[in-house]
């Protein structure tokens, strides 16, 4: 069998990647192993979400007594009809993915591809050949291999909504952005967690300073055992985990320890091209492309950037890069930008700190518990870092764990992709009472380390070309 254009995976990368390809040929196979659809919608960002906002709006009850509200201990979280919801809301969202195999009838493959070169790939005891190849094989939740023997005791992300209840006393291990988001949800919805990690650092935060404002406020809602790698010792009926700190005794464990690209098996070694100690291949992340050869690796498949919004960037350029007449253009990718639903929420806007000389860097900050907004909302905590060019004024990076980052990260993102200066920020209106003047905040204390304007936020007016105004 012969094609024009083949497909490894269903997820978002490869969806993506299928979008552009059939705007040059129908003659493609989209080839899937396992589940249709992606991992954002089924098991990732959607459900969790949803267990977070419910979450969040349960533990609101604690600041009703303060808002003069009377009688928020008698509220309880229906833990089973809690996890009913959010699987409703996931079935829904999973729907449209889903439905893929059957609106593309034989074009659509079930099975596991291994590549046989280049341009072939076996399925099913099949070899297929292909002018391009687009590899979206996606990632699996990690789990160590000594822990097969605790059975159903070790949830993961793939496994925790489909649970009916949940037991009383669970350990995350592993306090990256998604064991931070879950460990939380799990608290505020009255299930006893501790969370566990080798690293003395949550939710990937690289900042120092924001790291130092964030610890406290999760530790008065999750036991931390940070800086040591965790162990686990069966117990009668549980699961006994020894870490920094001391011991914990769950009823479960939830392995939150990262995901794993979907590669082992796939015949990467039959390309030629040079492979890594994790048989992981070289990765030009403006071309997807392996080499001079019309293969591209994409999405969580290559480690690169793991979130779904990049997936979607990567399933574009390699549908586009894979067409007959492509001249494998370099693709510029978007400022990065990363987000951890949390309570106070987590954001990284393009550079890092560590990524910025200090030489170069001017830096602010703005405390959120001073912020009028966040105040009113009982929600005032937490720190913002904005970093500028010292020499230009040009916004390069910022880090915070405050109220409502995802809108602010949104807004310094859509500022840093435009190479816009902070001076032109500060220029831009700020309403009130808003959380982005804590921003504007901490805007203008990255002025006072830039050299100086004129001292006014507003830009000054030229000619109008009207006499009696100019």
């Known amino acids: 069998m012969k094609v024009d254009t083949i497909i490894v995976g269903a997820g978002t990368a490869g969806l993506t990647a299928l979008h552009e390809v059939r705007g040059n040929t129908e003659d493609f ?24 906002e419910v979450a969040n709006a349960f533990h609101r009850r604690h600041v009703f007594d303060e808002f003069g509200i009377r009688g928020g201990e008698a509220l309880r979280a229906d833990i089973p009809a809690v996890l009913a919801h959010v699987r409703k809301l996931r079935d829904g969202f999973v729907a449209g993915p889903s439905s893929t195999r059957e609106k593309l009838g034989r074009r659509a493959i079930s ?3 291994r590549l ?10 099949e070899e297929i050949e292909a002018r391009a ?16 023997g605790f059975g159903d005791r070790i949830l993961t992300s793939d496994s925790l909504f489909e649970q009916k209840d949940l037991p009383r006393r669970i350990a995350v291990i592993g306090m990256g952005a998604i064991g931070v988001e879950i460990a939380q949800a799990l608290a505020r919805l009255g299930v006893e967690v501790a969370g566990f990690d080798a690293l003395d650092g949550l939710a990937g935060i690289s900042d120092p300073r924001i790291l130092a404002s964030f610890r406290p406020m999760i530790a008065r ?3 931390l055992h940070l800086g040591a790698p965790a162990e686990l010792a069966a117990t009668q009926g549980g699961v006994l985990v020894s870490g920094a700190g001391g011991n914990y005794e769950a009823d479960a464990v939830l392995a939150a320890m990262g995901r794993r690209p979907n590669i082992d098996g796939l015949g990467l070694e039959t390309l030629g091209v040079a492979l890594d100690a994790r048989g992981m291949p070289e990765i030009d992340p403006t071309t997807l492309r392996l080499g001079d ?53 987590i954001a990284r806007v393009g550079e890092a700190v560590s990524e910025i000389p200090e030489a170069r860097r001017a830096s602010g900050s703005f405390d959120f518990a ?41 807004l310094l993102a859509l500022a840093i992709e435009r190479k816009t200066t902070v001076w032109d920020l500060l220029a831009a209106p700020f309403y009130h009472p808003v959380l982005e003047e804590g921003l504007r905040s901490a805007l203008r204390d990255v002025a006072r380390s830039l050299p100086a304007k004129d001292g006014s936020d507003l830009a000054l007016c030229g000619p109008t070309g009207h006499e009696a105004l100019d």
Not at 32 to 45: H, P, S
Not at 133 to 148: E, M, Q, Y
Request: charged residues 20%; hydrophobic residues 45%; positive net charge.
């Open 29 to 52: 196979l989209l080839i899937n192993d396992g589940r249709w659809g992606t991992t954002c919608a089924a098991v990732g960002c959607m459900p969790s979400k949803a267990l977070i």
């Open 111 to 113: 099975g596991r591809a």
């Open 116 to 125: 046989k070169g280049p341009n072939r790939v076996e399925v099913n005891g």
């Open 133 to 148: 190849i687009i590899l979206a094989t996606g990632s699996r939740p990690v789990v160590p291999k000594a822990w097969a």
């Open 221 to 223: 809602e999750i036991l």
């Open 293 to 345: 050869l019309p293969v591209f690796l994409t999405g969580d498949a290559n480690g690169y950037r793991p979130l779904m919004h990049e997936a979607a960037d990567e399933g574009h350029i390699a549908g586009r890069n894979a067409a007959p007449d492509a001249a494998n253009l370099p693709h510029c990718r978007r400022t990065p930008l990363a987000i951890v639903f949390s309570s106070p929420q």
């Open 370 to 410: 001073k912020q009028p907004r966040a105040r009113m909302s009982g929600a005032a905590a937490g720190l913002l870092r904005v970093h500028a060019d010292r020499e230009t004024g040009m916004l390069l990076g910022a880090e915070m764990c405050i109220p409502a980052a995802e809108h602010i990260a949104h």
